[in-house]
């Protein structure tokens, strides 16, 4: 794969094109049926938002990391600008939205971490791309970064900047929609979990074989490498080589939210740091099994020191 830093240890700089949002999250004992009210347990204001997380993740695993996004002009906007700032991200590329406002995921989270997510787009939806501005970012950059929370249209003239100026794109094609054939190609990494294969490859990708075939199903469109992450059941990596499956320790799941996001942040700082693949993923999962211990996205995103001082697992090849 390309345009990867060949010292371990460098600080990588990775642009990451996606949404912020706030997530209002509701603890619930369980998720209410149709018709039905119950009493929640707590209402939390949390910063979150899948371009957001990722860029949090990606600093935290010690990238140098540049947002390009949409807020509005409200407590929010302000409150998720200042919060990428904490963590030392470079914020000169968040645009400010003259009239929607900033985005919000409103989420349930019920007593075994499981999570329900709708998010209400807002500014993110407001999002232009300057194309020769981003080749001009993008220059020496490890990685694009970029999701579905913002606007495709965005996503193409960004993938397009990634290409002129040399810089790997990383994509986590998420809420799953179509991604247009000719932009397989143009995808160096991609990460979806087995509900995104299914849909992107059109085959069942819910166990470690399956992801496999699904993943060699995208790899055959001309996608570099692909990660179908599991969940509990950690990840398969595929490449070149063939499918690895890389298990996830055994943890108490508090709140999965940003658990793929944290994931993704881990593999690709290590893979812009030169690690192999397989090293990248198998951080990536002790990564996001630290996050899901903790309530929220951001605030439960963990630093490279806590993960190296996590349980490894073990990976397996797949026939
Ligand atoms: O991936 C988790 C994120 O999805 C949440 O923070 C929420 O904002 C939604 O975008």
Redesign the pocket.
């Known amino acids: 794969m390309s345009a990867t830093h060949a010292t371990p240890g460098d600080a990588p700089r990775i642009v990451v094109l996606g949404?912020?949002?706030?997530?209002l999250v509701l603890r619930v004992p369980r998720a209410p049926g149709a018709g039905e009210t119950l009493l929640g347990r707590s209402l939390a204001t949390?910063?979150?938002?899948?371009?957001?997380?990722q860029a949090v993740s990606c600093a935290r695993q010690g990238a140098a990391v540049d947002m390009i996004g949409c807020v509005g002009r409200d407590a929010h906007g302000t409150a998720l600008r200042e919060a990428l700032e904490a963590d030392g991200i470079d914020t000169t590329g968040l645009q400010v939205a003259a009239a929607d406002p900033t985005?919000?995921?409103l989420?349930q989270v019920e007593d075994n971490g499981q999570?329900r997510?709708v998010?209400v787009p807002g500014a993110n939806a407001q999002v232009a791309v300057d194309g020769d501005a981003l080749a001009r970012r993008l220059a020496g950059a490890a990685f694009l970064v970029t999701q579905f929370?913002t606007p495709l249209e965005q996503a193409a003239v960004a993938i397009d900047a990634a290409r002129r100026a040399g810089c790997s794109v990383l994509l986590n094609p998420?809420p799953v929609q179509p991604v247009p054939e000719a932009w397989w190609p143009s995808i160096d990494t991609l990460v979806i979990n087995e509900v995104e294969a299914q849909a992107l490859a059109g085959r069942a990708a819910d166990t470690p074989a399956q992801a496999a075939q699904a993943g060699s199903a995208l790899r055959a469109r001309g996608v570099g490498r692909v990660v179908v992450t599991l969940g509990s059941r950690g990840a398969v990596a595929v490449d070149a080589e063939g499918a690895r499956h890389h298990p996830a320790p055994v943890v108490r799941a508090v709140d999965t939210?940003?658990?793929?996001?944290t994931f993704l942040g881990a593999l690709a700082v290590a893979l812009a740091q030169g690690q192999g693949f397989d090293a990248a993923v198998a951080l990536g999962i002790r990564a996001a099994a630290l996050c899901i211990q903790h309530a929220g996205?951001?605030p439960s995103i963990p630093t490279r020191e806590a993960v190296l001082h996590s349980p490894a697992a073990p990976a397996w090849t797949l026939p």
Do not use: V
């Open positions: 949404s912020l949002n706030m997530d949390i910063p979150g938002g899948k371009g957001a997380n985005g919000t995921a989420i999570n997510i998010i929370e998420s939210t940003a658990a793929g996001d996205a951001q």
